[in-house]
Nanobody
Framework: QVQLVESGGGLVQPAKSLSLSCEAS????????MGWYRQAPGKQRELVATVNSGGATNVADSVKGRFTISRNSAKNTVYLQMNSLNPKDTAVYYC??????????????WGQGTLVTVSS
């Protein structure tokens, strides 16, 4: 079983920065990709950014140029640096990890979510 622990959410003023981190642990054999998704009140969950094992990233247009995703493979950890935040970024941010466990079965794990509120 794979567990994801997120940290770093909170209340931040518009135009300020905030960083999130997520560590994966458990029966992990190989991580294929890690990423961040978000869900605003009354809206569907949407992709924010992902990074694969090769380091290639996929970033949503709505955050491109403001958010940066990075990964420490040795620590099974993914980070999201969020700059120039605006109220539209307010959402619960979820960490996701996909890969193979120690039994060579695929997994698709989600964190519990961390709330980011952008408000003055």
């Amino acid at each position: 079983q794979v567990q994801l622990v997120e940290s770093g959410g909170g209340l931040v003023q518009p135009a300020k920065s905030l960083s999130l981190s997520c560590e994966a642990s458990g029966s992990i054999f190989s991580l294929v990709a890690m990423g961040w998704y978000r869900q605003a009140p009354g809206k569907q969950r949407e992709l924010v950014a992902t990074v694969n094992s090769g380091g290639a990233t996929n970033v949503a247009d709505s955050v491109k140029g403001r958010f940066t995703i990075s990964r420490n493979s040795a620590k099974n950890t993914v980070y999201l640096q969020m700059n120039s935040l605006n109220p539209k970024d307010t959402a619960v941010y979820y960490c996701n990890a996909r890969g193979y466990d120690s039994r060579w079965s695929t997994f698709d794990a989600w964190g519990q979510g961390t709330l980011v509120t952008v408000s003055s």
